[in-house]
């Protein structure tokens, strides 16, 4: 069998030395790379010295213990926004109703989570995780914003058929000459009055076709019914006097 050159054994074993030597300094180096880095545990123990009011209304005792959780700066940091990330769960569902104050949707949590992105020295981990549970408040708040909007359109146009057909009967019971002397018998933009049934509804505004679809959903005898049911209820909305004593 022919045996291995020396020059070539000798380099081979060069190599190989030169390999094992090149792999335990990268070793090394990685080592201090890692000692150096900041330990993700100390997001988990980071504190900041961020205090707010534990406002908000509304829930169980726990979510109390939760918002009291959020408020504490003396609590870790991570723990405040598992806390708030509950919070927020509840707040941002009957936020959006209509009428409420958009700018109290979820008003605390909201401050909170600004004022952590605002602080010098919170992990960029927990920083991303604020933005991300702060963009889910402004989402609400603007689509709070766009309900509110569409039910003022839909009160007014339910103030608009109010009236006509208030107008309808008049005319058809031979009135209107007499009624239209005054403007008591009218709906006024300021008068409390509620929705009659299916108002608002969730039939998209405006529709497409405005007869159609509100002769599709509502029926217009049943319709009309319900229109002349409408009263305001803050004063006295005695408009069917104009028709006369038999009615």
């Known amino acids: 069998m022919p045996t291995m050159p020396e020059e070539f054994r000798r380099k081979t074993m060069e190599g190989w030395e030169k ?8 070793r090394r180096q ?22 707010i009011e534990a406002n908000g209304a509304g829930g169980s005792r726990s979510l109390a213990a939760l918002r009291t959780i959020m408020t504490d700066p003396d609590t ?4 405040r926004l598992d806390a708030a990330e509950v919070v927020l769960a509840f707040e941002l569902g009957p936020g959006a109703a209509v009428g409420a ?12 989570l600004n004022a952590v992105i605002d602080t010098a020295g919170t992990p960029e981990a927990l920083r991303f995780r604020c933005l991300k549970m702060i963009a ?7 689509a709070s914003k766009n309900t509110v909007a569409e039910h003022a359109a839909k009160r007014e146009l339910l103030l608009k058929l ?10 058809a019971a031979g009135v209107w000459s007499e009624a239209v002397k005054t403007d008591a018998w009218a709906l006024k933009n300021g008068d409390d009055f509620p929705w009659p049934a299916d108002w608002p509804g969730d039939w998209p505004w405006p529709p497409a076709s405005f007869s159609t679809a509100l002769e599709k959903v509502f029926g217009v005898t049943a319709f009309r019914e319900q229109l002349r049911a409408v009263k305001a209820t803050n004063r006295a909305d005695d408009w069917e006097r104009f028709l006369g004593p038999t009615h």
């Open 101 to 112: 104050d958009i700018d109290q949707i979820a008003a605390g949590s909201y401050q909170f």
């Open 76 to 79: 870790p940091l991570h723990r």
């Open 30 to 51: 990685n080592r201090e790379k890692w000692a150096k880095r900041r330990d993700w545990s100390d997001d988990n123990e980071h504190k900041i010295a961020v205090a």
């Open 136 to 142: 889910s408040v402004e989402n609400a708040r603007a």
């Open 19 to 26: 390999a094992k030597a090149d792999k335990l300094e990268r």
């Open 162 to 171: 109010v009236n006509s057909e208030r107008v309808r009967t008049f005319r």
